[in-house]
């Protein structure tokens, strides 16, 4: 028995033996389900891992053979080859095929030194601990460089490689220690060491096995917040002009008008449409038409305050939203948005330079506002309005006075 086990060695290496063929079927499990080639290379690790202490364990029965010794240090070093393998794999990083043709040609120099050297003791576990050290080390580097999330869980992770490879390396370490000075260490505190970091070693192992998962996973989340990012952006946002859409301005206007009754803030709305629009696509193509479309909202946007809020409300009509604005200073937005468009004229080639104008409606919400659609009705009756006195204008009218028609120019609402 040693210190730091409850359990003899060769108990615990049938614990791994079990533990680890446990895990590459459930690796083997995994990989059917996710449709992820990693999990193949866990799976086939595993049970290496599990085949070379199980070879391992036999030197209790057999001795010290050519299968003990050489073969199952052989097993025990697929795994990490494979586990760099499943890391590559994982990290969409290329390099495989080239890991496994140096994995071949390493594996068949190591058979050759451990059968030359099958019965000292140091040699056969200083190259094998030496090997993992290091291909441990480089799967936490490539994990450190290309893994995500960088994150708390995911440093752990890492942490966890770098001490599962420092420990074979110290054992490496050790093991050279005792090959030197070999009055210094006794047969029985060498032993108890060394089965120590087995112990340690093999529960790392097996803790890393299962990192992967757990890294999955949390690519799995990134991807799904990423994915869900995209469809809100989708589903709120017109996809020629990247501005709000109709049922995402209907939702903001309930909310500010439930606002404006409550605390009687000022409400405003602006409704354009631009003028001669069908006769743009009829005669220079709904391409033409399209950029038409976002120099319209370049150019408006520019002139709206970052609380405003503009929609495309249907084929060339836009609203915008100005909470906590009053009638005349929204009338005044209005007039600023059309001579900004009226001065910068459209230029696409190869048709001539377009002169692109917009009529608009403005009008706010009162004391007997009672519903969007009545603050609607007044703003859409403000911009026909515009329309029918000539186009390229600003017209305002009250919810209260929509019903008779009495829309006023622009102008005199923003001298109010």
Known sequence: MYPFSLIDPPTLLLVSIMVFALTGVFMAIAARIRQERAYTWLALGALAFAAGWALNLSQWVYGLTLLTIPAAEILLLVFPIFLLCATLDFLRRPGIALTLGAAVLTLAFVFWVLVVFVNNETVPGAMTSSLNGALYLLIARLFYAHAYPHNLIGGIIIGAIVIIGTAFILRTVF????????????????????????????????????????????????????ANTILT??????????????????????????????????????????????????????????????????????????????????????????????LAAATRVAERMRTGLEESPALFRPVPPLRITCSFGVSCADDLTQSAQELLGAVDAAMYAAKHQGRNRVCTCRARDAEQGQCLPGDAQAEA
């Open 175 to 226: 093991l050279m220690y005792g090959l030197v000075f070999t009055d210094t260490l006794g047969p029985e505190l060498r032993k108890q060491v060394l089965y120590t970091m087995l112990l340690i070693d093999l529960m790392g192992i097996f803790m890393l096995a299962l990192c992967f998962p757990l890294f999955d996973f949390l690519r799995a989340e990134t991807n799904l917040h990423a």
């Open 233 to 326: 952006h989708l589903s709120e946002r017109d996809p020629l002009t990247g501005i709000y859409n109709r049922r995402v301005f209907l939702a903001r206007l309930d909310a500010e008008l439930l606002r404006h009754r409550q605390s009687a803030i000022p409400l405003s709305l602006i409704l354009f449409d631009i003028d001669h629009f069908k006769l743009v696509n009829d005669t220079h193509g709904h391409g033409i038409g399209d950029q038409v479309l976002q120099h319209v909202v370049a150019t408006t946007h520019q002139r709206l305050r970052g609380k405003d809020l503009l929609a495309r409300f249907g084929g060339e009509e836009f609203m915008v939203l100005l909470p906590e604005t009053p």
